[in-house]
């Protein structure tokens, strides 16, 4: 078994002598090829006041401080909607709203949704992909004070943890599923089963013990544009 990053594991893993053993199953996607993890064009003249990635806070890549989210979005049969998700990175506690379209407004309208009910020490930043879909995102600053910060294009993995929740919500509601007949109750049993189950990067807590602890301490009210 090799040592070191999750990407030479993968590489181990998909590697031609280890094609006998299967190992790709047991992977939390199951792909029997490896497939390459690409972020989305830059959208740069609808995507305004973008700032990069590079210049968020160091502090944020270590997990220490809470209040640090990741989001993206899940894409149901065409014509029948998507998934807004996000990821507080040091809880790993997942939220998810269901939208009619991939788009700006339906997006920002989701995250205002997540973030206006929760204390301002619980949302300090966002971290996004290029997608046109955050085109809004000065939006969020205006209304809650909150950041957004973008990935570099091609570099899912910048957003690593959103990107693996998303992979669980996939196990629910694979590609190629319509999300005509889903509804945000259905949805969010799924998100309350996942935020349920121990993790053992956190001690074997499950992200919702650990988000509502974090979130109940040091509250403090959102101060909130009219």
Known sequence: MPSGSSG???AWIYAPEQKHRQLWQYLPRGQRKRRRRQ???????????????????????????????????VLGLRGTGGLHTTVERRARYLQAVKIPA????????????????????AVRSVT??????????????????IPTYFADPYSAWQRGT???????????????????DLTQTDLDEIVTEINNRPRRVLGWATPAEI????????????????
């Open 8 to 10: 030479t594991l993968y």
């Open 39 to 73: 972020g989305r064009r830059v959208h740069s003249e609808r995507i305004k006041w973008r700032t990069s990635i590079h210049e968020r806070p160091a502090l944020v890549e270590d997990r220490i401080e809470f209040g640090h989210w990741e989001s993206d979005s």
């Open 102 to 121: 991939i788009a700006a407004a339906p997006t920002i309208d989701a995250q205002l949704s997540v973030y206006s009910p929760l204390p301002a020490h």
């Open 128 to 145: 996004a992909d290029n997608g046109s879909e955050f085109a809004f995102h000065y939006q969020l600053a205006d209304a809650l004070a």
């Open 162 to 180: 959103n990107e693996h929740f998303n992979g669980r919500i996939r196990k629910y509601l694979p590609k190629g599923t319509s999300f005509e």
């Open 211 to 226: 988000f509502n602890e974090l979130c109940s301490s040091q509250a403090t009210p959102r101060c909130t544009s009219n």
